[in-house]
């Protein structure tokens, strides 16, 4: 680069002349190149991890070729910013480089999508299991858990021993040998899969469990006695961990019922045998898995004492098209159903409520399976008048039908579920899994087509979603964001703004449509945590679509129609099975976690340091930091004497302001003075902002009426809020460029920090905001803090606040919607200057932020 | 007279690119069948002449290039669209040079494939309309 030679050149010139004083603007002048190309690097960071986040919930294909690629340009980049740093800052951030390593082995070892066994205890109890524990616990107990977490479903009692278990199984065993024995002598031929799935098994029901393991074991089914009163059979269950849960490996022993406590051991031995079956086996070498990462958690589930049970399919495999659940259903435990002993009802349900019944095969049960009073399991007689009727009532397949539901529409895709109804007429969930529906997606397809047609297209292509996915629901529009009510089941939502108090509805609403918003913004990643589909930006969302209005959303191609599409809703839950699940997003997701998340998020806190960096993102984020720090400090040792670079702004208000130039943040016919105007000042987002502050009303320049308390606390109090630090510039400083701004300002007692990169290209956008510090005491404080937080949000900043610390993001916007928001912080930062002052109770945060948006919308009309 | 429905094969190794292609395809109203095996590709290729081929470069041989030149011989009607993640200009090159209508570097967004993959079939069906009325 040419700079980068001159640069250096002229500090090794500086070196020998002694310029001093020339040195000390020459220093500056190397280490702003080096800033510029941090920044650079920065800038690509971000601009990688938004474009990975989108691949998570966007439009784009990538495959395991773009993770590798993502790892090494982060890798590089990454690096490339801890040079740039080390050497503006004369290597003193050198501990960096082991943070970084860390960091990188991390993503690397994802990437290798290598069984990743979180530090768990050994065994779990079922009650405390959710959705997320899926890697310790196993795909089904994860369901389980999360059906009896998050739904009003029961589940049985139980506990799990988790994979972290299996895993010392497997070690203390070492059937690590024994596998790449059976995987040699099968890629040599001299075995099939059959004799290896019959040695593998034989190997691990020969050897002796682990004691930690068996203790484990004997305590949780004392809990359960013991939560139970009494003893009683258990029902065993695999429960297998990532890849495997997906692929149905329904081995001959995967799941055991009717155990007796004394046999857990052997029963679990014997479910973790079905990790090797010869299916799995066979599988797993044709895709090149190695075996040696198999893993399973198993659940030990108290059995209930059924009078009836069954399996519920939400939807008909056989004939998915025509929108109906299958049920079966026979007496006693489902052990009979499921090993197809004995007769079962079979039924036929509509999924709209009241969930009639379409078609009914009621067969004969001659046998059923019971739990005696004295405990065991015996295989029974039916009494004959009970061996003809329906087994359950029709009533009962209604309360069926419904709880399937939901618990389809919470899991995103058929279900696959096996139930019980237990001695006092309640229905059990046993087990929940995805269906895999094999459907004709032409003649499904067609069908959609032939039904859009039918109804209006409300709205189409307009804004952009946020979160694909397609849901129906009545409109529900959004007047006073102040005055909110519960939403009732099944509603669309949409309102004018993404306004934070949304983010509390979002969760259960079917589907999210705002008039304005960013899909980088607050309420949009709200509705992606909870897979709400949402469309954002629609500009015509509250004209359109009215309270009252059934609609369906479609968030995957970008149309809302009039009324009920019941073959894309239909299209839907066959589809849903399911991209999320695959390989690729899984471990995108993983590598995601040690890139994105920011821990060190106020410089000012006692972790903003090297060694409590956990993710890439916290290392640009303190090497940026830093960088400035160090170029403001270099700044203090020249003045502003005639040098184009480096100058103070002239302002209507009485504050300083020094500007630093790395590059096209001043006009470039700015004459050779040591001062200039707004005028000369070519980074609009600067610009912007300083119209703002200057704008009449914004400076108030009367002190707020300061009453005695307030004014006491602010002169004798402990310390003027502010933390000093001997890291933070005194000065108000602006390094500019034509894009780029970082400003720090200091307004009576308080501190504004302004990071910002407004260009032409939408995704390289963002603005940082923050803000410390106050006159007054805590109290009121903490009530502007929160006054400012509302105002931003409204502006679609995702905003922390920490007591009285505010920390404002926005990304990914419009050039001149970011310089409006500048203009607007501008603005903010003069009118607060003094607002904690009269903040005397809660109720002065709402005048406060209705006073301000009061005030922007006079100026506009101006 | 309803033109008969466009058919499309999709060949890439990595399970994924299959997985998400097929439903967006088959929405869009085509009959597509996917493969992630080459080799078993290349005996349905010759069995069947599809409209439109989608395959991946760099596979298992046989690899995209392959494919593109079989196709290219035994069904010249056939349109071939590259998408790739290996992209160099001698790949492209050999691919356009080789007879593929359109080469697609991943990661790329879904509807630029859909958009392209529908405008070779207006011009497919435009074809099939002028030879009925020949």
């Known amino acids: 680069m040419k700079w980068q030679s001159g640069g250096l050149i002229m500090k090794w010139r500086s070196f020998f002349t002694g310029g001093h004083q020339k040195g000390g603007l020459d220093v500056l002048r190397a280490k702003i190149q080096k800033f510029q190309t941090l920044l650079h690097q920065n800038n690509r960071v971000l601009e990688l991890m938004a474009e990975a986040e989108e691949s998570l919930w966007g439009d784009f294909l990538f495959d395991m070729q773009y993770l590798r690629g993502l790892a090494g340009q982060l890798e590089k980049s990454v690096k490339g910013i801890l040079l740039d740093l080390n050497f503006i800052t004369g290597n003193r951030y050198l501990s960096l480089f082991p943070a970084f390593e860390k960091i990188h082995a991390a993503v690397n070892h994802v990437l290798l999508d290598e069984r990743n066994v979180p530090n768990a205890p050994l065994a779990m109890p079922l009650a405390e299991v959710d959705q997320q524990m899926s890697d310790v616990v196993g795909e089904k107990m994860a369901r389980l858990g999360e059906i009896r977490k998050r739904l009003p479903y029961r589940i049985p009692k139980g506990f799990i021993i988790t994979s972290q278990a299996c895993q010392r199984f497997f070690q203390k065993t070492n059937i690590g040998k024994k596998i790449v024995e059976m995987e040699t002598a099968m890629a040599a031929q001299k075995i099939s899969a059959h004799e290896a799935e019959s040695q593998l098994s034989r190997f691990l029901l020969n050897k002796p469990l682990p004691r930690e393991i068996a203790r484990q074991m004997k305590r949780g089914i004392a809990v359960l006695e013991k939560e139970a009163g009494g003893k009683g059979l258990l029902a065993v269950r695999s429960s297998a961990i990532g890849e495997d849960g997906r692929l149905s490996f329904a081995g001959l022993h995967d799941t055991l019922l009717g155990v007796q406590p004394a046999e857990a051991s052997r029963a679990y031995q014997e479910v973790v045998a079905s990790l090797f079956t010869s299916r799995a086996i066979t599988y797993r070498l044709h895709h090149g898995e190695p075996l040696s990462s198999a893993l399973m958690a198993v659940g030990f589930l108290r059995m209930i004492p059924a009078t009836a049970s069954g399996v519920v399919y939400t939807l008909d495999p056989n004939a998915p098209e025509q929108n109906t659940m299958l049920v079966s259903a026979a007496p006693g435990l489902g052990k009979t159903v499921v090993e197809g002993k004995g007769n079962s009802d079979r039924f036929i349900l509509s999924r709209h409520p009241p969930h009639q019944v379409i078609s009914r095969e009621v067969a004969y049960k001659e046998k059923q399976y019971e739990i005696p009073p004295q405990g065991g399991m015996v295989l029974t007689d039916v009494p004959s008048a009970r061996a003809e009727l329906q087994t359950v009532s029709d009533d009962f397949l209604a309360r069926l039908a419904g709880a399937a539901l939901h618990i389809e529409k919470h899991m995103k895709s058929v279900q696959d579920i096996e139930w019980a109804e237990d001695d006092r007429g309640e229905l059990v969930i046993l087990q929940a899994r995805p269906l895999r529906i094999d459907a004709d997606f032409q003649n499904i397809t067609r069908r959609v087509h032939a039904a859009v047609q039918k109804h209006a297209t409300l709205i189409s292509g307009r804004g952009t979603i946020s979160c694909r996915g397609i849901a129906h629901g009545t409109v529900f529009v959004v007047k006073d964001e102040n005055k909110l009510p519960e939403l009732p089941a099944n509603t669309v939502l949409v309102a004018r703004n993404s306004s934070p108090k949304l983010a509390e509805l979002v969760p259960t609403a079917n589907a999210v449509i705002t008039d304005i918003g960013a899909p980088t913004g607050h309420l949009a990643t709200i509705a992606r945590e909870f897979r709400v589909p949402s469309i954002m930006d629609v500009g015509i969302a509250t004209q359109v679509l009215r309270d009252g209005m059934e609609v369906t959303v479609d968030a995957e191609e970008n149309i809302i129609y009039e009324g009920r599409v019941e073959e894309l809703l239909l299209y839907n839950i066959i589809n849903s099975l399911s991209l999320e699940d695959a390989r690729e997003f899984r471990i995108l997701g993983r590598m995601l976690k040690r890139i994105v998340p920011l821990t060190l998020k106020d410089p000012q806190a006692r972790n903003f340091r090297p060694q409590y960096c956990r993710s890439y993102h916290d290392i640009i984020r303190f090497a940026h930091e830093k960088a400035v720090e160090y170029l403001l400090e270099g700044s203090d040792q020249i003045t502003t004497r005639k040098n184009t670079q480096c100058k103070k702004v002239l302002l209507q208000i009485p504050i300083d302001l020094t500007v630093i130039d790395i590059g096209g943040g001043l006009v470039p016919s700015s004459p050779h003075t040591a001062q200039c105007d707004i005028a000369e000042v070519n980074c609009a987002a600067l610009r912007s902002l300083l119209e703002g502050l200057t704008s009449p009303g914004a400076w108030s320049t009367e002190p707020a009426g300061m009453d005695g308390r307030s004014f006491m606390s602010s002169v004798t109090g402990p310390g003027i809020v502010m933390k000093s630090s001997a890291q933070m510039p005194q000065r108000n400083l602006a390094i500019i460029s034509d894009r780029y701004l970082n400003l720090n300002l200091h307004l009576g007692y308080h501190f504004n920090q302004v990071d910002s990169y407004v260009s032409e290209t939408r995704n390289d956008n963002y603005i940082y905001f923050r803000f410390a510090g106050g006159v007054t005491d805590s109290i009121r404080r903490s009530r502007r803090a929160r006054m400012i937080s509302t105002i931003l949000k409204k502006y679609d900043f995702m905003v922390e606040i920490a007591g009285d610390f505010i920390i404002a993001r926005l990304k990914k916007f419009e050039r001149q919607a970011l310089l409006d928001r500048h203009w607007m912080l501008g603005y903010l930062i003069g009118f607060t200057r003094q607002m904690d002052v009269s903040m005397r109770d809660d109720s002065m945060v709402e005048n406060g932020v209705d006073k301000f948006m009061k005030a922007i919308l006079d100026h506009k009309t101006c | ?134």
């Open chain 2, 1 to 134: 007279m309803m033109d008969r429905k466009i058919e499309i094969c999709v060949v890439d190794d990595e399970p994924i690119v299959c997985k998400r292609l097929k439903p967006m395809l088959e929405k869009s109203g085509y009959r597509v069948e996917v493969f992630t095996d080459s080799k078993a590709s290349l005996e349905r290729l010759t069995e069947k002449k599809f409209d439109i081929l989608i395959t991946d470069l760099k596979m298992k041989p046989p690899d995209g290039l392959d494919l593109l030149h079989f196709t290219r011989k035994t069904y010249p009607e056939t349109r071939v669209i590259i998408i790739t993640g290996f992209a160099t200009i001698e790949t492209a090159r050999d691919a356009l040079k080789g007879g593929a209508v359109d080469f697609i570097t991943k990661p790329f967004h879904i509807g630029q494939l859909r958009d392209l993959v529908l405008k070779i079939s207006v011009e497919i069906q435009q074809g099939q309309q002028e030879g009925r009325m020949a």
